[in-house]
């Protein structure tokens, strides 16, 4: 097709097609919504569960731990400490990677440092939201994948529910 004769059928089918996504938007003005702002949301949700988590938590006792905390900090990093259900003490530390671009947002708890050769076996994968009353849940695996929902028992022993420390 020459150049010339792919121009005139571009502009003809814009001339027609333009007159039907008017008569939509005309119909349905609230999904007219601008490109520009959806990104807006979309990242101001991202940004704000990445600065939202930064502090420390406490854990809500569940099956694996009878209490326990999370410090997050700005640069990437956690120290996590738990006291188990038979009374003995463990504590985590490493990087986090937090990925809010995806749904649910991912997280991995590595021990030490992520992406270092085996580090695959000692990093929890996890999803992680922000609930309603303002805690957060974050939902381990129990292999290298990160889960694809929620579990409805939040005293499993891989939920972690967490409310802000007080200071």
Known sequence: MNPARFFCLFVL???LAGPVHVQAVNEHPESAT???QNTSVENNISKDITQLIVGTWEMAPNKRA???SITFDKNGTYEMHEQLQDGTGVGTKGQYILNSTVT???IDLCLEKCGKP???WTTRFAIIRV???G???IYTSPDDKH???FSDDTSGERTMILTRAKE
């Open 34 to 36: 601008p490109a520009s």
């Open 104 to 106: 649910p947002a991912t």
């Open 66 to 68: 009878s209490k326990g």
């Open 131 to 133: 609930l309603p009353d």
């Open 118 to 120: 085996g580090s695959e």
């Open 135 to 137: 805690k957060l849940e």
């Open 147 to 149: 889960p694809s929902a």
């Open 13 to 15: 089918f814009i001339f």
